[in-house]
């Protein structure tokens, strides 16, 4: 039922936002932003059980925890890097947005080169 909330509050924050945008553009964007951030605090919530999961059959499995942790945060700076820039889009900001996502893409790189580095490795080991 978190779904329905979270669109409920998107959709209220958005009436909000068009009633004020005429009036105070600087309120609606400030509504804009606090919606988001509200949003994002309540997936994030949910998030931890997900992780737990993800331990267990990493454990179970005995995958290099640093494997696991470096995947999880790729993943993390994807989603802050998109809702960052997705916050600059709503300000008007398109040109700083795209320098938002391509540093997220650029910091994405750098963490996946142990894995990579380490995938090629095992690919020379396999071959004869």
Known sequence: MDILQIVG??????VMILVLKAQRPDIA???SIITGIIVFMM???????????LNSYARKVNIDMAYLTT???????AYIAEFGA???KDAGEGSIASKVELA?????MVLAVPIITSLLE???????
Not at 43 to 53: H, N, P, T, Y
Not at 122 to 128: A, D, E, Q, T, V
């Open 104 to 108: 997220g893409k650029v910091i994405i």
């Open 43 to 53: 997936v994030a919530a949910r998030l931890s059980a997900v992780l737990d999961l």
């Open 9 to 14: 509050i998107g959709v209220v924050a958005t």
């Open 86 to 88: 997705e916050i600059c």
């Open 122 to 128: 095992l690919i020379i080991r396999i071959m004869p």
């Open 71 to 77: 995947l999880l945060k790729i993943i993390g700076i």
């Open 29 to 31: 964007l400030l509504v």
